[in-house]
């Protein structure tokens, strides 16, 4: 199965194991059961000296892009808007978009300072997509990440011009803000991220999202198409634009993009079951969002267990496209943000 | 008088004449006088063999400008946001912006085909503002040229959306529609749009309009920084982009950046004007839009003579900044084009 292009169809795999030896990588391999106790392992089966330690990474990493996102805009005239842009801009979150940004630039041998302005701007598209979903006109939600959501604060007009300026912004960033790379790998990085934005990426999976919310027909197909464009296009850009701004060739950008495209898909199918998952352990509660919202998921359409093995599927396809780059310490990361992927529990 | 650093001293100055021959492209130089039958000559005066003929200029221009906007975005799937993004783009217009941005090309010795992509890219942006400017947390506009605003025909989602969507697009394009310059210039451009739109140009103008409708201490400082972020910082950059894709030197392109905030200034001081003298001639209908929102205008502010001596003063700086480019038939289009903002009657 190819992520580029899936076909789904699900054969059974023997489950990965946290003792596997088989894995390229097996040093931060983990269990794909999804439970709690496994996903803690995550940071402590790096504390080998040789081996990768995936916790205190992307602390240092998020710390690093936490700090040039609050430099890349400072409030100026007129404060509002700025302000507004901030809130959402630096309301936290685990900065996964960035890190696989900076990753797959040092991967291919360029250093995390070409890559920070591309990871920045990444993010920055990321919070203008969820501002916008967020509108009474779209999503209509009042919290993100426990704190109300932009238009809450500020009201729907700042928080639309909120979104538009973060989108603009987030070019203006990578066209100057960029060293280390030639104009014409900038430029390729512009595109790139452009297009994950439009009708070939967010716009076009909000749309159809919108569109199928509620509908009884929704099948694998449609499924997909939402989560690909509201999902994993994005991640793609990153890890692409990372790759180019790094100096990657031409074929290790395309494996780097095959890499992306698995995750991607990963990312959403886990977040399908999470949502299923946590519904079941808290019965009484709140139910699944997405049940609520009476959305189409990959455990509705083919079952919690089918979902998971797709998961596995995808992950073992991303991790393959990793085979061929040479060093062990600069694949560590892209290879455990993955496992992170597949393995999270939120 | 500067207009990078507009100081409003207004001087009473001779008004242009018809019949000037001072002026250094008399040829197409019209009266200040803002009238009607004046303004309809704007197309007459230039049936010379010699001269200029401004109408056709424009008429040829535009429908070039159509055709590129028609070809850019083509119905894909999904086809409701494809549609939505049409339907405003193709919504006719003059298209003043684009064709400023092949002309300040054309005149730095740069072919059309070269800036049409920046110029298709402007328009876009242009476009994405009105339709998001015109939602009801907004503006709240039903009708836009005749029509139905976005919002109204496809829903606020979409056209939410559709306006993100082109904001996108207008980036992707540019990266990677421009053929004939270097990707250095091209990635200029792609900083210089960026900057037009956020923080630094409409939505700053849009946030501080918004605030200030309605308020009583708005001042001539606060309506200059409106007016610049909402109409002139765009116009600037529809000049700059084809200055810079068209391979202009550094001088070219400031002294082009001075005659685009000049006239799009201007081409809001004449919008003011336009919105006084029409409510004032139409009386018993509809009184100007400006006042009905309780807008701080020109006018208001500082009297409808004083306003067009302002407008004038623009006009003559703009042309200023033109002296010293050569060829007559490559600068004539920017006069024209500056006389056409000076003396438009809609």
């Known amino acids: 199965m190819k992520c580029s292009k899936p076909n789904f169809k699900i054969h059974r795999r023997a489950r990965l194991s946290s003792s596997s030896s088989s894995s390229s990588s097996s040093c931060f391999s983990v269990?794909?059961?999804?439970?709690?106790?496994?996903?803690?392992?995550?940071?402590?089966?790096?504390?080998?000296?040789?081996?990768?330690?995936?916790?205190?990474?992307?602390?240092?990493?998020?710390?690093?892009?936490?700090?040039?996102?609050?430099?890349?805009?400072?409030?100026?005239?007129?404060?509002?808007?700025?302000?507004?842009?901030r809130y959402s801009l630096l309301a936290g979150g685990k900065r996964v978009r960035p890190i696989l940004c900076i990753a797959a630039c040092e991967l291919v041998g360029g250093d995390e300072s070409t890559a920070m302005p591309a990871a920045c701007a990444v993010e920055m598209i990321h919070t203008m997509s969820l501002i916008h979903d967020d509108l009474p006109c779209m999503d209509n939600d009042d919290f993100r990440r426990g704190k109300p959501t932009n238009h809450k604060v500020y009201g729907e007009d700042v928080a639309v011009l909120a979104g538009d300026s973060l989108l603009a912004f987030a070019f203006q960033h990578i066209a100057s803000a960029t060293v280390g790379a030639s104009p014409a790998r900038v430029l390729a990085a512009v595109g790139e991220l452009a297009k994950s934005i439009g009708t070939e990426g967010l716009v076009a999976g909000q749309v159809v999202d919108i569109a199928s919310t509620g509908a009884k027909d929704?099948?694998?197909?449609?499924?997909?198409?939402?989560?690909?464009?509201?999902?994993?296009?994005?991640?793609?850009?990153?890890?692409?634009l990372g790759a180019i701004v790094g100096g990657g060739s031409d074929t290790q950008v395309e494996k780097l993009r095959k890499f992306a495209r698995c995750i991607g898909l990963l990312f959403q199918v886990v977040d399908d079951i999470l949502d299923v998952t946590k519904s079941s352990e808290e019965l009484g509660k709140t139910a699944g969002k997405d049940i609520v919202a009476d959305k189409m998921t990959y455990?509705?359409?083919?079952?919690?267990?089918?979902?998971?093995?797709?998961?596995?599927?995808?992950?073992?396809?991303?991790?393959?496209?990793?085979?061929?780059?040479?060093?062990?310490?600069?694949?560590?990361?892209?290879?455990?943000?993955?496992?992170?992927?597949?393995?999270?529990?939120?």
């Open 218 to 240: 929704v099948g694998l197909e449609q499924l997909e198409f939402i989560h690909i464009h509201k999902t994993a296009v994005l991640l793609e850009a990153a890890v692409v």
């Open 31 to 85: 269990s794909a059961v999804v439970t709690k106790e496994e996903q803690e392992t995550l940071g402590e089966i790096s504390s080998g000296s040789d081996c990768f330690n995936f916790k205190a990474y992307m602390g240092e990493k998020a710390d690093r892009v936490n700090r040039a996102l609050d430099e890349s805009i400072s409030v100026k005239t007129p404060p509002t808007i700025h302000e507004a842009m």
């Open 299 to 346: 455990p509705k359409l083919m079952g919690l267990e089918k979902s998971r093995e797709f998961a596995e599927e995808l992950l073992a396809e991303a991790k393959q496209q990793l085979e061929g780059f040479e060093s062990y310490k600069a694949v560590a990361p892209l290879v455990a943000l993955a496992e992170y992927i597949a393995y999270r529990q939120n």
